[in-house]
């Protein structure tokens, strides 16, 4: 009797896993199989984007990173089909086909510790890979992910290679450290698009003030803030802008939802063109509406009139949408 009480909760935690459906065996191990050889390239030709993934934060979802991918970069068609990665580059691509194209991603994995050493070692690792591509290369990272992209720069100069360039670094709710801040002003960056939100304490709640290596790999007249910091120095190639759900300051953790993913190209768009018409900060407020509606700009003076931060909406029961602008 306790055996079977032991199958049914065991069969009933499963299918409450997200994404999990009941399916032949065959076809549920197929989904499982995983190629465990390290792909050392080369890329397919023409148009690639790679994503990076963030720090991963516990032994949890490191274990369940490593059972969907190895570590190293992994084409579209190794992933399985129901992985988070996986369903990032199948919304990319039904929003924006002609700039997506699914055969065009890769997803690189690397260990995802909190420490400046494996962010250095997951960039070292990467280069040799994406060196000798020659056609457009978009880079989409997220949170630490923009750390290994960033340290890219730093083995482009000390391989002496002029040619390699990243026409789009694009960075979701990057904590910006003053270690890798200056390589944000290398050549290989064409355009670099930076995505954040003010809510998100998990951005800049890595204290690179008490690293020593803060200290150790920046000149010594640098200023070193307690807390990760959300933006870069305005600069032309670098466009930047605040984002909100629904009127409200997202998490972390929203930059990865379907919500925000669908309006990504939209989302470049829009920051893109505002960065035009800015001669002196390359900044935009966007806000991304409930159900089907396009992002639209907001600004900033009317912003203050009717922003209610997220502590005190929580309180608020939601009879009347955000006002658009």
Same mark, same amino acid.
């Given at each position: 009797?306790?055996?079977?009480?032991?199958?049914?909760?065991?069969?009933?935690?499963?299918?409450?896993?997200?994404?999990?459906?009941?399916?032949?065996?065959?076809?549920?191990?197929?989904?499982?199989?995983?190629?465990?050889?390290?792909?050392?390239?080369?890329?397919?030709? #023409?148009?690639?984007?790679?994503?990076?993934? #963030?720090?991963?934060?516990?032994?949890?979802?490191?274990?369940?990173?490593?059972?969907?991918?190895?570590? #190293?970069?992994?084409?579209?068609?190794?992933?399985?089909?129901?992985?988070?990665?996986?369903?990032?580059?199948?919304?990319?691509?039904?929003?924006?086909?002609?700039?997506?194209?699914?055969?065009?991603?890769?997803?690189?994995?690397?260990?995802?510790?909190?420490?400046?050493?494996?962010?250095?070692?997951?960039?070292?690792?990467?280069?040799?890979?994406?060196?000798?591509?020659?056609?457009?290369?978009?880079?989409?990272?997220?949170?630490?992910?923009?750390?290994?992209?960033?340290?890219?720069?730093?083995?482009?100069?000390?391989?002496?290679?002029?040619?390699?360039?990243?026409?789009?670094?694009?960075?979701?709710?990057?904590?910006?450290?003053?270690?890798?801040?200056?390589?944000?002003?290398?050549?290989?960056?064409?355009?670099?698009?930076?995505?954040?939100?003010?809510?998100?304490?998990?951005?800049?709640?890595?204290?690179?003030?008490?690293?020593?290596?803060?200290?150790?790999?920046?000149?010594?007249?640098?200023?070193?803030?307690?807390?990760?910091?959300?933006?870069?120095?305005?600069?032309?190639?670098?466009?930047?802008?605040?984002?909100?759900?629904?009127?409200?300051?997202?998490?972390?953790?929203?930059?990865?939802?379907?919500?925000?993913?669908?309006?990504?190209?939209?989302?470049?768009?829009?920051?893109?063109?505002?960065?035009?018409?800015?001669?002196?900060?390359?900044?935009?407020?966007?806000?991304?509406?409930?159900?089907?509606?396009?992002?639209?700009?907001?600004?900033?003076?009317?912003?203050?009139?009717?922003?209610?931060?997220?502590?005190?909406?929580?309180?608020?029961?939601?009879?009347?949408?955000?006002?658009?602008?």
């Amino acid at each position: 009797m306790k055996l079977l009480i032991k199958v049914i909760l065991l069969f009933l935690s499963a299918i409450c896993i997200p994404g999990w459906k009941i399916v032949p065996l065959k076809q549920r191990r197929n989904q499982l199989h995983i190629n465990r050889s390290f792909f050392s390239g080369p890329l397919k030709e #023409g148009a690639v984007t790679v994503i990076i993934h #963030g720090t991963k934060s516990s032994f949890f979802s490191r274990t369940v990173s490593n059972l969907e991918y190895p570590h #190293g970069i992994n084409p579209f068609n190794l992933i399985r089909t129901r992985s988070i990665l996986s369903t990032i580059a199948h919304t990319l691509h039904t929003s924006c086909p002609k700039d997506f194209p699914l055969d065009s991603f890769y997803f690189y994995s690397w260990e995802g510790h909190l420490t400046f050493e494996s962010r250095f070692q997951a960039a070292k690792k990467l280069y040799p890979i994406l060196r000798s591509h020659t056609g457009p290369l978009t880079i989409i990272t997220h949170s630490h992910g923009a750390n290994v992209a960033l340290y890219l720069a730093h083995f482009a100069h000390l391989d002496n290679n002029k040619d390699f360039a990243i026409d789009r670094l694009i960075l979701l709710a990057p904590p910006i450290q003053e270690v890798t801040k200056p390589y944000a002003c290398s050549n290989v960056f064409k355009e670099i698009y930076n995505l954040y939100s003010s809510a998100d304490f998990m951005q800049i709640a890595d204290m690179q003030g008490l690293y020593p290596e803060s200290y150790k790999y920046t000149a010594p007249t640098t200023k070193i803030p307690l807390f990760s910091e959300r933006i870069f120095p305005p600069a032309p190639h670098i466009l930047q802008a605040r984002i909100l759900l629904d009127g409200q300051s997202p998490s972390h953790l929203h930059f990865l939802l379907t919500q925000f993913i669908k309006q990504l190209p939209l989302l470049l768009d829009l920051t893109k063109q505002a960065a035009r018409f800015s001669c002196t900060k390359n900044f935009c407020i966007l806000n991304i509406p409930r159900g089907n509606q396009a992002p639209h700009y907001v600004h900033e003076s009317e912003l203050k009139k009717n922003y209610i931060p997220r502590s005190q909406r929580d309180r608020i029961t939601r009879l009347t949408p955000f006002k658009s602008y």
